[in-house]
């Protein structure tokens, strides 16, 4: 870390600063020049408060030169996390396909998918049974009832399931799911990180659609730091000018988040651009660029979908995608 | 709302959907042209899921002419609603301030800041228990014991008290506060946004850092559509490219939501820039355009503040602040 | 085009509205609801000046329902624009490679550059003569020598050259240049796009930092009109608010595009990150996604580069790469 | 200047790197941690090319500590830059109003609306003659015969002009006009920037759709550098993910740039929302705010305007904007 003081500070308040500093187990080494000084910070600063140093008259300006999470950290971690669910593997370099309905509608809906994905290669069903809508007039998801058919499609197919908690009052339905998803809209709902870095399953934490990366890894980090170590990042697209597309998918996130942190970072086509025909190519660059993973959104009739139709596959369609990913990830980059 | 179709459709599959769209008590105008026909839908949309529509085959866009919210709507609602809470009032056209420190820290602090802001002029007194953290090491709040000095300071001062609920396992504690206020982080909570929808308070509700105006006004819905009328917009600044500031503040919402919405819209300058001596120009140029209230972080001692230190004035800064805004106001905008 | 009209407008307007609109050859087709009346245009729309008509009283949206741009649009050229360039086909399927170093520095550096390249399988050369940097204290390029030397590593290699026109004064340097970059900078030259569409070359057109898929394609409009249909579009990375990589990649672009045009779309990993270690991934994903070709900057020496040296690859790399590149291409995505 | 080291790195790179900077005549303060070691330069770091140093194999990262700009710096010049143009003055705390059409049409539209404005308080009439427009197909302004009308105007009413200039090859033709305006799309036209700084009059440069404030001074810095020290700076909005408005104004440009930089800086509160309605608070709010002059469209009957009639006010609509603008400015905030 490194402060900026202002010209000429009064050394009485530099020599205060310092103190507070030290008293931080960091050591100071200052550089004074003729328009600032500035003080090189060493030490662990990863739970230094920035913004506490910033508030201070004498100060201009902090920049941090270590990052502010540590238990997400390769730096402090070099080893991959590799988390086991059923039959998928995520960070081992393998590219396992979670796929399913957007929303749990009715048990032959449900059922019906569950079966083609698992007959194409996925190996987790995803359904939405709490559904965060921007419109309270929408469909909001079958609650309890979209837990317990979840559940059965699991005895099925025995498929593991991921489903979205939207709100701490849900986590008793969730005893046997056996993935909790973090929606993008909750990735800073604080509270709700905290309590799932209690539990003992693993967390699928979807990247906010104006999130950084950095911000990203500080959500991971409130789930880690409760002692839950298994996460699994998703990149699901980001909020741009752009209007062609809902959302832009910003790939170079997988290696650059691989490089950021030892968890396994997978990616979301269908949510990125809301586009059924989208998926297929975003897939495919997923994988050759070396997701951990992809959670793609699979509909028995998209026409009918209660919720995000216009991106789901069908289930032929998505027989074919699995096929492209699997060609592709032989192939695929690896750091 | 306008359905575009594709270029020849079957037409057994547009008599589908025009039997649909009629039985949603629409009217269907079509207009057919050599590359696209478009159906004009006339009657009350607002609660048609356009995903719906658009994830047919046959449907290449759709474009809503009205908006998808009706309870916030000027359109249906013209005047102004108006929000009395203790000495403010929100949405008769003048400005109220709501001033405090970002959190409560101690007794201390927090009575000295009360007393100051309402000798400068403040008629609500802010103040977090609950504090959304991007870092899980950074100060969280004092919980259950800033509520209590929250209420002792509003006893000693008379000053009514907004704080904001992160969850909604905290809602017991708010039965003695005067206005909720939902974050920025939360705008799009929706469990959190429906329950409040059934309490008997004003609420506050702040804009998300990466939320259209729409957005907004869907999640002002939320709570209306639950029977709670008295909501408060709030800008505070939204993410761009710029890093110069933290945010960057959007004055224009403040016309642009008045002229959508019935609901008052005041602007929190000291979040937006993230920088103490922004706040006061920022807060003349709110009230200037129109705002209807200001809120604005105080604290005793800003150097020391355990967070938001930057971006928080010293009451003297308050009361020069106040007493700008005082001036400006008589002149403000009135649409 | 559609046209929603005010709340009860003045038929005399609506009559006046409705005379010019069908002057301009547009059939009109009127839908009247209760709170707005909207009119359906049929027609050539691409010509007509949205804003003239949003700019009337009577007026209140005026939505496109079809493409403002003609000769770029896919819908009026179903068919490929397929160009060649020496050994290089931009649109037919392949994925040529261009590269070169970011700025043409000696005549060493561009001719060791060149000869690697073209042996790792490159069919076009790049390189900078004239730069534009952000600071008027950056290296600004060779400028005419710059070109000289282009034109030497030609008659070296054999490999066509690919070079950057800033301004206007400049065309009459590049008559031996086989193809003419317009930088992300000028995508909005429209001055430099104009003079560019009368010139007997192709075009390679990079999409601006802020810009949408249909301002690039309008831009490539410009060229279009002027009778030059040579134009090959080229994604490199948009302004977001995330700051870990210096732009956003958005690959989604090119399916998109695809889509949207009949000219060849190719990517630029290099710009996009402004990270070395993260072109390899990114051009792998951009390949597997349908790419029509790849920029790719490389550097002898890239320590030591006058720009852009943390973005360059070194030869070496560059044949990892090329290796990559040519493994994924037969598995990539075609629509 | 802070360079960030890798861990360990090689020392002999290191006393290389170390003696490089020194012959840029920088003292060069080492910081050593477990993670990192951190180099602190001190002396001139204007000049320096970041980039060079970020692609050393040995280096992390570098962090500018002082601004990459100096003749714009307000560090180096305390003192507002005055700029006089007729009776107009910016700089000295005033508030001079620029107004006129979007793009000159006629020699009445020009006479009628420049004796308008005159009458209503402007001192500098605005007006476009070269047009930069996104479509081929839109007008394109009158050329050499917009710039005549402007003269025969500023000659009937006396106030000097503001024109654009798109390209140098237009620069003869810009003799006789007061103040030269460079488009927000040619904001970074480094060869525009450069000739203009060679040009003796002031430069009024608009702030580009998607640039920092740090940019902006960039650009300014090309002119400064060139000698022409009459630059004015103009925020007109920025692009970002709200289509509520064309653009988002950032009004906390002004007091931050004013801090930054000595230069003027004025606001256009017209192209920022793109909606005539919005132009009175938009205004007032700058006014309000500190800045230090606005640019209005103006046009005799909007609803034919040429282009952006949806912005423009009529000259009764300037009346007003103006009236309220001279009220509130002597009540505007000052650093």
Redesign the interface.
């Known amino acids: 870390m490194?402060v900026?003081l202002n010209k000429n500070p009064d050394p009485k308040r530099v020599a205060d600063l310092t103190a507070w500093l030290e008293s931080l187990h960091l050591?100071i080494?200052?550089?004074?020049?003729?328009?600032?000084t500035?003080l090189?910070l060493?030490?662990d600063t990863?739970?230094v408060?920035i913004?506490?140093i910033?508030?201070?008259?004498i100060v201009q300006?902090v920049?941090r030169?270590?990052q502010?999470?540590k238990e997400a950290n390769r730096?402090f971690h070099p080893d991959n996390t590799v988390i086991k669910v059923g039959d998928a593997t995520f960070g081992d370099g393998s590219c396992p396909l979670i796929a399913g309905p957007c929303s749990v509608e009715s048990r032959e809906q449900l059922l019906e998918v569950a079966q083609r994905v698992k007959a194409a290669g996925a190996t987790l069903l995803r359904g939405g049974a709490f559904k965060?809508?921007?419109?309270?007039?929408?469909?909001?998801g079958l609650h309890a009832d979209g837990i317990k058919l979840l559940l059965e499609a699991k005895k099925e197919t025995g498929l593991p399931i991921v489903t979205e908690l939207?709100?701490?009052?849900q986590l008793d339905l969730f005893a046997d799911v056996d993935v909790i998803q973090i929606g993008a809209?909750?990735m800073?709902?604080?509270?709700?990180l905290?309590q799932v870095g209690h539990v003992d399953k693993p967390v699928l934490l979807k990247r906010?659609?104006?999130n950084?990366?950095?911000?990203l890894l500080?959500?991971a980090?409130?789930i880690l730091?409760g002692g839950n170590h298994r996460v699994i990042l998703c990149e699901r697209g980001?909020?741009?000018?752009?209007?062609?597309?809902r959302n832009?998918?910003?790939?170079?996130?997988?290696?650059?988040l691989q490089?950021?942190t030892h968890l396994p970072v997978i990616v979301d086509p269908s949510h990125?651009?809301g586009i059924a025909?989208?998926v297929?190519?975003?897939a495919?660059?997923?994988?050759?660029?070396?997701a951990d993973g992809l959670m793609i959104e699979v509909h028995n009739d998209?026409?009918?979908?209660?919720?995000?139709?216009?991106q789901?596959l069908t289930p032929d369609a998505f027989d074919d995608v699995a096929a492209?990913v699997r060609?592709?990830h032989p192939?695929?980059?690896r750091a």
């Not at 080494?29 to 600032?36: A, D, E, I, L, N």
């Not at 800073?188 to 709700?192: A, I, P, S, T």
């Not at 998209?302 to 216009?310: F, L, N, S, Y």
């Open positions: 490194v900026i050591e080494h200052p550089t004074v020049g003729k328009m600032q500035i090189g060493v030490g990863s739970k408060d913004e506490l910033r508030a201070l008259d300006d920049k030169i270590s502010p999470y730096a965060p809508r921007s419109s309270p007039y929408s469909f909001q939207m709100d701490l009052s809209r909750n800073q709902n604080f509270e709700l905290r906010g659609l104006a950084t990366l950095q911000e500080m959500s980090e409130y730091a980001i909020r741009t000018f752009e209007t062609a597309t832009t998918l910003d790939l170079s996130a997988i290696p650059m490089e950021m990125a651009s025909r989208l297929k190519p975003m495919m660059a997923a994988a050759a660029c070396g998209p026409a009918h979908a209660k919720c995000d139709g216009p789901s492209a060609q592709i192939l695929a980059y």
